[in-house]
């Protein structure tokens, strides 16, 4: 009998492991995590837009690289970061190869007085030619610790382009993806060590600020235990809960212990945080490792209560992670599903809490506050503005779909005709045009799409009367929505939005339909 082992094609995994990190700011990600595992007190980032890629540069103060750390910056699955009583992140040696993705790849990392310095040409390219790229390294004496990573022709796509990235979507992306959003103090002050974060973007991109700087911690908006004044008492809200640590055990004897921490609180409450986009998207439960958000597990609350109130972090170490830190994939071992129970068993107890009760009975006030608010006027107004306007003007959703039946009997083309309509839907229209339904969203104005938080992915058509304020779109192409970039065309009538797919929404602006 003959023994054989398995083989590994070397230049297939590379590209693999590369491409496995598909958000260009995983780069910003993997580098403070380099950086936290150095010893690093500051860390600066600088993104520069260029026409064959972006230019990023890593600069920290940490302790520097040896020869064996350069190693494996550059090698695939060969971390220094095995031992699990150093505090360290990353471990299998997979984060750095997203620097692959480029035309060339620099490294200068001084320690102990001797700086080593390494280049790596064309690597995207070699492993496209299924080449393995190779690097050259050098050496020089030197006074001061520190590393310097230099990645020139970043394959980024439209990741880091004007429109797409801006100073608000990196510092959500830092608090909500990377360590800058750690939650490691609330439980282990004596050994958290703070990071000073610099962002420093290149005018072509963002020009509204000079630099970006914040820290590692993930801080919560301050309590208010009591509703406040005005219409929408609930609105700023908001309760502490933890820090706790839960010593979980499975039905096999595995042992991980669970902290938690996090909040309660109202949408002004929220709007504190460094959001972007839908809160929706953001805000929840969610499971973490290295005290770093991974995925939200939402169904552990109780299906009465909206989890867009809440804001929990659970950390578990014995969390086992995906190449690209972005799922967790022991979702089928017993210490996982312990995680879980005991998580459901502890925000069971959040929800029975009296305070949350009352917070959610200042909610329902909150709520009849606003339906009243929306009351619609009264037939005598209503008479009135019909009597005295000279041409149809909508003053709700109703009137704009009852707009566009008329445009079709005034012979506006093409024909729309509607076929379905339900004002408290997203999706609130189903609308027929060339034998086709298409699902729509109706307003008033084009803007109320967006300032309504309602996402773009699920509708064909948007149906409205007028565009409204364009400057208001113009922020949000400038800003990003829920998560992705978008880009209005409105001398086609379309709305072109991007979040790891191209989505295209066309406008219907029912006015110009009477021209």
């Given at each position: 009998m003959e023994t054989k082992t398995p083989k590994v094609n070397e230049v297939n995994e590379f590209l693999e492991i590369a491409s496995d990190f598909e958000?260009?700011?995983?780069?910003?990600?993997?580098?403070?995590?380099?950086?936290?595992?150095?010893?690093?007190?500051?860390?600066?980032?600088?993104?520069?837009?260029?026409?064959?890629?972006?230019?990023?540069?890593i600069e920290d103060d940490g302790q520097g690289?040896?020869?064996?750390?350069?190693?494996?910056?550059?090698?695939?699955?060969n971390s220094t970061k095995n031992d699990p009583e150093i505090d360290s992140?990353?471990?299998?040696?997979?984060?750095?190869?997203?620097?692959?993705?480029?035309?060339?790849?620099?490294?200068?990392?001084?320690?102990?007085?001797?700086?080593?310095?390494?280049?790596?040409?064309?690597?995207?390219?070699?492993?496209n030619n299924r080449t393995l790229p190779e690097y050259e390294v050098a050496k020089r004496t030197t006074t001061s610790d520190g590393t310097r990573i230099e990645v020139t022709g970043f394959k980024s796509g439209r990741g880091f382009s004007p429109e797409s990235l801006t100073y608000n979507k990196i510092e959500h992306y830092l608090k909500w993806k990377t360590l800058a959003g750690s939650t490691k103090y609330h439980f282990h002050p004596d050994e958290f060590r703070e990071m000073e974060i610099v962002v420093e973007l290149d005018d072509e991109i963002d020009d509204s600020q000079d630099k970006l700087v914040t820290n590692n911690k993930l801080e919560f908006p301050s309590e208010q235990l009591n509703p406040g004044d005005g219409q929408y008492p609930e609105s700023r809200m908001c309760k502490h809960y933890g820090p706790h640590t839960i010593d979980v055990e499975a039905e096999n004897g595995d042992t991980t212990q669970l902290e938690i921490v996090g909040m309660v609180g109202g949408k002004e409450t929220r709007d504190e945080l460094p959001t972007y986009g839908r809160h929706s998207t953001q805000f929840g439960i969610w499971l973490a490792k290295d005290h770093i958000k991974v995925e939200r597990l939402n169904e552990a609350?109780?299906?009465?209560?909206?989890?867009?109130?809440?804001?929990?972090?659970?950390?578990?170490?014995?969390?086992?992670?995906?190449?690209?830190?972005?799922?967790?994939?022991?979702?089928?071992?017993?210490?996982?599903?312990?995680?879980?129970?005991?998580?459901?068993?502890?925000?069971s107890k959040i929800a029975a809490d009296p305070w949350f009760k009352d917070y959610l009975q200042q909610r329902r006030v909150?709520?009849?506050?606003?339906?009243?608010?929306?009351?619609?006027?009264?037939?005598?107004?209503?008479?009135?503005?019909?009597?005295?306007?000279?041409?149809?003007?909508?003053?709700?959703?109703?009137?704009?779909?009852?707009?566009?039946?008329?445009?079709?009997?005034?012979?506006?083309?093409?024909?729309?005709?509607?076929?379905?309509?339900?004002?408290?839907?997203?999706?609130?229209?189903l609308v027929e045009q060339n034998d086709r339904l298409y699902g729509c969203s109706v307003h008033q104005e084009l803007t109320d799409h967006f300032e309504a938080d309602k996402p773009l992915e699920s509708i064909s058509k948007i149906v409205c009367w007028e565009i409204g304020d364009q400057d208001k779109l113009r922020e949000y192409a400038r800003n990003g929505y829920h998560g992705g970039s978008v880009e209005f065309d409105l001398e086609n009538n379309r709305i072109i939005y991007r979040n790891g797919t191209e989505y295209t929404v066309h406008v219907v602006e029912v006015s110009s339909r009477f021209e």
């Open positions: 958000d260009p700011l995983e780069v910003i990600r993997e580098s403070l995590s380099n950086s936290y595992d150095a010893g690093a007190e500051s860390v600066t980032i600088s993104i520069k837009s260029r026409p064959d890629g972006s230019k990023i540069v690289m040896s020869e064996s750390d350069l190693e494996s910056f550059f090698d695939l699955g992140i990353g471990y299998k040696g997979h984060g750095t190869k997203i620097f692959y993705k480029s035309e060339k790849i620099v490294v200068d990392s001084a320690r102990d007085g001797t700086n080593i310095h390494a280049e790596m040409d064309r690597p995207w390219e070699k492993l609350i109780s299906h009465d209560n909206e989890f867009i109130h809440f804001f929990f972090i659970a950390n578990s170490q014995d969390i086992e992670l995906s190449a690209n830190r972005e799922k967790i994939r022991n979702k089928s071992s017993a210490i996982y599903q312990a995680i879980e129970e005991d998580l459901n068993y502890f925000l909150a709520e009849l506050n606003r339906k009243a608010k929306s009351q619609q006027k009264s037939i005598e107004e209503r008479e009135a503005i019909v009597t005295e306007r000279t041409r149809f003007e909508p003053s709700n959703q109703t009137e704009v779909m009852l707009g566009l039946e008329r445009s079709n009997r005034q012979g506006a083309k093409p024909t729309i005709t509607v076929e379905d309509f339900d004002l408290g839907a997203d999706v609130n229209a």
